[in-house]
């Protein structure tokens, strides 16, 4: 097991690894800009590391800093978290070539699954099913209209290096296809650097079900059950919930070992998650995720498995602390994003948090790295905490749920909370009854005044 890890991120998540690492007995080194010279993570940590100014190119994306921290401290490993550089191939083989373990799939896996193309690609081979679309990047429009007849409009075109929505655009016919097709590829280059676009059908109504996986790195892998994180607005995530109320138990054991025994005959390492989009009782792979999700705590919740635990086991070489047999799938566990943005807008709320409450008691866990007085900089994503509550069955997490947001106080800034408040009183989301599409149709017809 590892003496010392340094953590190569920020806020909650820093703060959730350096938890692990303190229950494992592993000391830690918080890196930091100068703006979060303040923050949480970093007062906890047995040593922490300036490495730069605020924007994150100068700081928690500079390699080079990250590495002088881990020669400087001694740290043996590093845990990426999510976002920054957790799915950057390049850092994961810098690391290694200075003899520093980084907490995560090989280079290689983090390559192939980044590249969307490649991805769906090494998914059909691995048994999982696709997307029907085109087997790689498209060249001009005229490739272009030929695969979109082929398949039937409406399609969807997607930047190969992308996420989050970004190079994305949907082409509903024939007259659709130019535009869409050119301004993906101009969004792709211009986030990406790279304008290499794929297409696949567009699918009307469809959940977003992802199953999370663990592998030994050695040929064995486990799944842990799937999450619904249906609820999103322009692509990113707001509610999550485990396990989906869309599924029953027999579809929920057959996706997950068919995510396992891909993960498995790939010798994947570490914490994954294989995104679908479902409908109609089929699962449709979109990408894998090669890192720990901002949603892991409610799966944590339902089968009692530390997954960063298990992440620092897996890298250590100690391997799974669990097998597939083990895993209890009990109750239900939502999460809820809590952001610094206004409810109404979603525009960023930086700022000094005046008073701070979190709600507590039986199956309620808060994940946040903020704390009254602490000042929000205005340079990095606006997550401040998560929401995780668990109960025997959905309908008691709900009622749990509610409790937990009347009791949550945030003073000084705005946060997403009342939109939480506005959807757990929703028929709709009592039913379990939404897909990827429901919150903007919901926000659009019910104005946060």
């Not at 980084?102 to 997307?131: N, Q, W």
């Not at 199956?363 to 790295?369: E, K, W």
């Amino acid at each position: 097991m590892f003496n010392k890890i340094l953590i190569a991120n920020r806020g909650e998540i820093a703060l959730r690894v350096l938890r692990a690492c303190k229950e494992l007995g592993i000391k830690t080194v918080a890196v930091h800009s100068t703006a979060d010279a303040d923050a949480m993570h970093v007062r906890l940590a047995d040593e922490s590391v300036c490495i730069g100014p605020p924007p994150a190119r100068d700081s928690y994306l500079n390699i080079p800093q990250l590495v002088a921290a881990c020669e400087i401290t001694g740290a043996e490993a590093v845990h990426p978290g999510y976002g920054f550089l957790s799915e950057n191939a390049r850092f994961a083989e810098i690391l290694e070539a200075h003899g520093v373990t980084f907490i995560g799939p090989s280079s290689e896996h983090i390559h192939i699954m980044g590249d969307k193309i490649e991805a769906k690609r090494t998914a059909a081979r691995l048994g999982i099913p696709v997307v029907p679309g085109s087997e790689g990047g498209v060249a001009n429009e005229h490739e272009a209209l030929r695969i979109a007849k082929d398949i039937g409009f409406p399609v969807l075109i997607k930047a190969a290096a992308g996420g989050g929505g970004r190079g994305m655009k949907v082409a509903r016919s024939e007259a659709d296809l130019a535009e869409a097709f050119a301004t993906a590829r101009a969004e792709a280059r211009a986030a990406f650097g790279d304008d290499s676009v794929y297409i696949e059908k567009y699918l009307g109504r469809p959940r977003h079900i992802e199953v999370q996986v663990m592998g030994d790195g050695k040929g064995k892998a486990i799944h842990l059950g799937e999450r619904d994180c249906s609820l999103q607005r322009r692509h990113q995530k707001v509610w999550e919930e485990a396990n989906s109320p869309a599924l029953n138990a027999a579809e929920r054991e057959k996706i997950g070992g068919i995510v396992a025994r891909a993960c498995a005959n790939l010798g994947y390492a570490g914490a994954g998650t294989v995104e679908f989009l479902y409908e109609d009782g089929e699962f449709y792979f979109i990408e894998m995720n090669t890192r720990l999700q901002v949603e892991h705590p409610v799966t944590e919740a339902i089968t009692g498995i530390d997954l960063v635990n298990e992440q620092i086991r897996v890298a250590s070489g100690a391997g799974l602390s669990v097998e597939q047999d083990d895993i209890e799938f009990n109750g239900h566990a939502i999460e809820c994003r809590i952001n610094a943005e206004n409810p109404a807008t979603f525009a960023p709320s930086p700022g000094r948090i005046t008073y701070f409450h979190p709600p507590g008691g039986l199956g309620v866990r808060v994940d946040s790295g903020v704390y009254q007085g602490y000042s929000i900089p205005p340079y990095y994503d606006s997550l401040i905490g998560k929401l995780i509550v668990h109960g025997r069955n959905r309908v008691e997490c709900m009622m749990r749920l509610r409790r937990c947001l009347d009791e949550f106080v945030v003073d000084g800034i705005q946060t997403t909370i009342p939109l939480f408040r506005r959807l757990i009183d929703n028929q709709d989301i009592a039913n379990g009854q939404y897909d990827i599409h429901w919150l903007e149709r919901f926000l659009a017809e019910n104005p946060i005044a």
